[in-house]
């Protein structure tokens, strides 16, 4: 994907492990918070969510923007890491 920022490039490159939240696309500290609070804290939570939804695009949009109040762009931008991760890694 061109165009796509260095967190994104650092994420899909390699195993997810216990990466912190924070380290999604899209996700920053006020995000990562938000989604802390709601109990996910590491990224593999948010890809357990992802699963849940049946990585359906619009499904975990509308999940990040109830959960941790998203921007389209933020949501947009975490859904394509983790979808892009799973091509790569599931």
């Known amino acids: 994907m ?6 994104y490039k650092n994420f899909v490159a390699e ?13 920053g500290e006020t995000l990562g918070g938000r989604l ?5 804290d590491k990224a593999y939570t948010v890809l357990g969510q992802y699963l849940v939804l049946k990585k359906d695009e619009e499904l975990f ?14 949501a947009s931008d975490c859904y394509n890491c983790l979808n892009d991760w799973c091509e790569e890694f599931l």
């Open 2 to 7: 061109s165009g796509t920022s260095q967190k």
């Open 15 to 27: 195993p997810m492990g216990n990466k912190a939240v924070t380290e999604l696309a899209g996700i």
């Open 36 to 40: 802390t609070e709601a109990g996910f």
């Open 61 to 74: 949009k509308d999940w990040m923007k109830e959960v941790c109040h998203a921007s389209s762009k933020q």
